[in-house]
Every structure is written in structure tokens, then in C-alpha cells.
């Protein structure tokens, strides 16, 4: 009887080992995958902030153009 629940036992214990080492490769796998995400996402967000650099100065530049044009037709009244 000892020796059949030591068995039982053992084979517990290594189903038990199996799953665990099943459950570690399935959360390195979607770790892994959360990081190349991530990555990809940081990339994504310093693309978006070299865009809207460029959109904020063309805005400057164009309230620069309009302040220039709004003083010549003013000057232009007077």
C-alpha cells in the first residue's frame, strides 16, 4: 500500500511539474509578445511626436505669416 501511494504521489507531483513547465513557456511566449508590442508602440509614439513637431512649427510659422500679413494691411489702411 505505501509503495502504490508513493507512486500515486510521484505521478501528482510530475503531472503537476508538467503543468506548471506548460503554464512558464505559455507566459514567456505572451511576455515576449507583450514586448515586441511595447517596443513597436514606443516607436509608434516617438513617430507621432516628430510629427506633431512638425505640425506645431508649421502652425507657429503660419500665425507668424498671419501676424505679418495682418500688420501689412493694416499699414495699408492708415
Known sequence: MDIQRVRHEQQ??????NNLGSQKRQCDDELAALRDRNREDLEEIDRLNVANEVKANEGNDLSGHIRNLEFEISKSLN
Do not use: F, R, Y
Not at 12 to 17: A, H, L, R
Open 12 to 17: 501528482v507531483s510530475e503531472d503537476t511539474n
